[in-house]
Nanobody, 123 residues
Framework: QVQLVESGGGLVQPGGSLSLSCAAS????????MGWYRQAPGKQRELVAV???????NYADSVKGRFTISRDNVKNTVVLQMNSLKPEDTAVYYC?????????????????WGQGTQVTVSS
């Protein structure tokens, strides 16, 4: 019913920038929250940044001041602008969304994940 499509990612040198985009589509009644997680080799998946429908945002301490998350509530998209990238930012980044799904019978709440996109920061 709902799909998250990610774009962006790639290889960038330390200090460079990348922008990740995610679009939610399907039988959506409302997107409650939308954000990004990441998972580095040998580490647990961690939250990077999240934006709720009211406009508030939260960031991991490790990315504060460098990353910016923005959301378009009409298009159901979210963008993570990543600046001043460091090698420790290297990970697979996953879009995540908490969504109320509209059906003919009921509105259901569910969490959806994108397929993940690789971000590599290296010289």
């Amino acid at each position: 019913q709902v799909q998250l499509v990610e774009s962006g990612g790639g290889l960038v040198q330390p200090g460079g920038s990348l922008s990740l985009s995610c679009a939610a589509s399907g039988s959506i009644f409302r997107v409650n929250a939308m954000g990004w997680y990441r998972q580095a080799p040998g580490k647990q998946r961690e939250l990077v940044a999240v934006a709720n429908s009211g406009g508030s945002t939260n960031y991991a301490d490790s990315v504060k001041g460098r990353f910016t998350i923005s959301r378009d509530n009409v298009k159901n998209t979210v963008v993570l602008q990543m600046n001043s990238l460091k090698p420790e930012d290297t990970a697979v980044y996953y879009c995540n969304a908490d969504i109320l799904v509209l059906t003919t019978e009921v509105i259901r709440r569910n969490t959806y994940w994108g397929q993940g996109t690789q971000v590599t920061v290296s010289s």
